[in-house]
């Protein structure tokens, strides 16, 4: 099996302009390769090569799959904001045309990767995408992260306390510090192998940089803190779809079907928490 995390670049004004990042992931939970994609062509084919002679794929796309509302927010964008969990703003309006992830969901599929609004099941052999979100991910393992088994405070004051991570925005410094602690957080999630044999510390090759080598500074560009992110974000993502998959650490569907869904890594207390606000909001969940 191999675990394919993808940030997506789908923004208006990132789109067609911008590169996509892709990070692989085996059973084991190493990184064995990534790739930076520029069109929506080269993005599916990236994904059906790692996918070929395989025993599955599974995809965690970093990019709303699903945008039925013409303006506003999502159902699911409202649950996480309402649970203070960092979401995508996506609306058809935003978009001049057929929204970018979706055009992508329709090339993977035409390939017989298939999208699914459904906890996957733990057997080889399948080939599914399902929508993720980084920021939100990145938000939970650094509490996950800060937790230990004694500790009994409020989830939600907790939630509300900690900063969003902002990897994008702000200037050089700013960037520079969120992402050497997304880069540490990573590197202490178990179940992840960060140590890497076969990965350059080349930031400007366009593929197989090992993120947790990089000297991430402020005098680095804007570019390459863009490259960082991504790298960031795929690694997220896959992690994301492989966590749920081995069936540790626990998971959370929130929403489903055309009306979006989004799966996120979640421990009981915090499938707890998103899922009262799920009910408050008759919004599906799993």
């Not at 996950?144 to 050089?172: H, I, M, T, V, Y």
């Not at 602690?181 to 999630?189: E, G, K, Q, R, T």
């Not at 079907?257 to 599906?284: F, M, Q, W, Y």
Request: hydrophobic share 35%; proline share 4%; net charge negative.
């Amino acid at each position: 099996m191999r675990f394919i995390g993808c940030a997506l670049a789908w923004r208006p004004g990132e789109a067609r302009d911008k590169l996509s990042c892709l990070v692989v992931v085996d059973e084991r939970g190493s990184i064995v390769s990534n790739a930076f994609v520029g069109s929506i062509e080269e993005v599916a084919e990236s994904i059906e090569g790692y996918a070929d002679e395989r025993r599955g794929v599974l995809v965690g796309l970093d990019a709303p799959l699903a945008i039925p509302n013409e303006r506003g927010t999502r159902g699911i964008e409202r649950i996480l904001s309402k649970v203070s969990l960092p979401a995508y703003s996506a609306n058809r309006n935003m978009f001049g045309d057929e929204p970018y992830a979706e055009r992508l969901l329709e090339a993977l599929q035409e390939n017989g990767i298939e999208y699914t609004d459904y906890p996957f099941q733990n057997k080889r052999g399948q080939q599914t995408v399902v929508e993720v979100d980084s920021g939100a991910t990145l938000k939970i393992l650094a509490l996950e992260r800060s937790q230990d088994d004694s500790d009994n405070g409020d989830l939600a004051q907790k939630l509300r306390s900690q900063e969003d991570p902002k990897l994008r925005k702000g200037n050089k410094e700013a960037r520079a510090a969120a992402l050497k602690s997304a880069i540490d957080v990573l590197w202490n999630v178990p179940g992840l192998r960060m140590r890497t044999g076969n990965l350059s510390t080349d930031l400007s090759s366009p593929e197989n940089v090992d993120v947790s080598k990089v000297d991430v500074t402020p005098s680095l560009s804007h570019a390459d803190l863009d490259r960082l992110s991504g790298l960031v974000e795929g690694t997220l993502a896959a992690y994301t779809v492989h966590r749920h998959w081995k069936g540790r650490g626990g998971s959370i569907v929130v929403g489903a079907g055309n009306e979006g869904s989004v799966l996120l890594p979640a421990t009981a207390d915090l499938h707890a928490r998103i899922a009262e606000e799920c009910r408050n909001s008759k919004v599906p969940y799993i």
